[in-house]
């Protein structure tokens, strides 16, 4: 980083106004949680465990997820540290494991999906997760969720494996806290129901886009259509934080979208609680936050909600962005 945003690590992240924002770190391996740590975070927003499964031949054991998680726990000192569970499929595969061939992968056999029907495997990684939490502050996320009974489904296998732990003498955390990500159309249209289950949300904003316009994230042809300032998203977005918020739930972000400054002023006018991006985000995404107003951002926002095209969208920002650089 420039010395510029060297001077700003240990400042809190507020705007001029007052308006606090955790700013947090998408980590998918140990080495990344250095670099978020020398970045200033204020604690992982996302760890993607999906490389604990890749690159081997065999399912991680309960054990060595466990020191996984118990040390990352541990070098965040008692910062917030969200564990994903397992979110493979779609892109991700597994060597070890069969996966049906698929016409579409992305809406095919995949992350809480598979967990919910190999349950071993998802309750070894639970129990890794429970043990892991009596170092830090750690929570569970589950990734794809679409209705309440999936939760639910998630929660009672989460109670098998608080019991199976007892049983065994291990120590966990049992009031650990459990939220869910945000990444689909259904789960922001049934948000307030949602909300009644859950601890707190975590809007994935890279597949909230493309199963919110159909547009595949992977496919370069239609990257283009690929518009996360589409008044679709908007909305969606909109009305996920609003469900949160009445709800009295913890509401972040951990797409793309959260580390991009031109969103910012989206995330201040709708309050949102938590920012989570790639640790090389951080800084100027602060950097931004420390000269923005949440006041300036809720008009500016009144105008997006005003707009009926993402180009207006990106010209509302854009301007926002010229008059306070
Ligand atoms: C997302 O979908 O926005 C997200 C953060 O998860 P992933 O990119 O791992 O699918
Ligand atoms: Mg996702």
């Known amino acids: 980083a420039t010395q510029r945003l060297k001077d700003i690590i240990d400042i809190k992240p507020m705007t001029k106004d007052g308006k606090e924002m955790e700013l947090a770190a998408n980590i998918s391996s140990l080495k990344e949680l250095d670099v978020a740590l020398s970045s200033g975070t204020d604690g992982v927003g996302l760890f993607r465990t999906e490389f604990l499964y890749m690159d081997r031949n065999r399912l991680p054991q309960e054990e060595e997820q466990f020191e996984v998680y118990r040390s990352v726990a541990e070098k965040l000192e008692g910062k917030p540290l969200i564990i994903r569970t397992l979110d493979i499929g779609g892109d991700k595969h597994l060597d070890y494991f069969e996966l049906p061939e698929e016409e579409n992968p992305f809406l095919g056999y995949r992350a809480i999906r598979i967990c919910l029907d190999k349950t071993d495997l998802f309750k070894t990684q639970l129990r890794a997760i429970l043990r892991a939490s009596c170092y830090g502050e750690v929570k569970i996320m589950y990734p794809l969720i679409s209705s309440i009974d999936e ?20 120590r966990y955390r049992d009031n650990i806290e459990v939220g869910i990500m945000i990444e689909l159309p259904a789960a922001v249209m049934i948000a307030d129901l949602l909300a009644e289950e859950v601890d707190f949300f975590s809007i994935g904003t890279n597949d909230l886009v493309q199963f919110t316009l159909a547009v595949d994230r992977m496919n370069d042809q239609i990257s283009h259509m690929y518009e996360p300032f589409h008044p679709a998203v908007i909305r969606m977005l909109k009305q996920t934080v609003e469900a949160a918020k009445r709800a009295n739930i913890h509401v972040g972000v951990c797409g793309e979208m959260a580390g991009d400054l031109r969103a ?58 010229d008059s306070r650089s």
């Not at 008009?299 to 993402?310: H, P, R, V």
Request: charged letters at 25%; glycine letters at 2%.
């Open 151 to 170: 939760v639910r489904a998630a929660n009672a296998l989460l109670d098998e494996a608080k019991r199976e732990l007892a049983e065994t003498g291990h």
């Open 264 to 321: 910012l002023p989206i995330w201040l006018a709708l309050d949102v609680d938590e920012l989570s991006m790639s640790s090389n985000a951080i800084l100027p995404i602060k950097e931004r936050l420390l000269c923005l107003e949440q006041e300036d951002s809720r008009s500016t926002f009144q105008q997006i909600l005003a707009c009926s095209t993402s180009t207006a969208i990106h010209e509302v920002l854009a301007k926002g962005y």
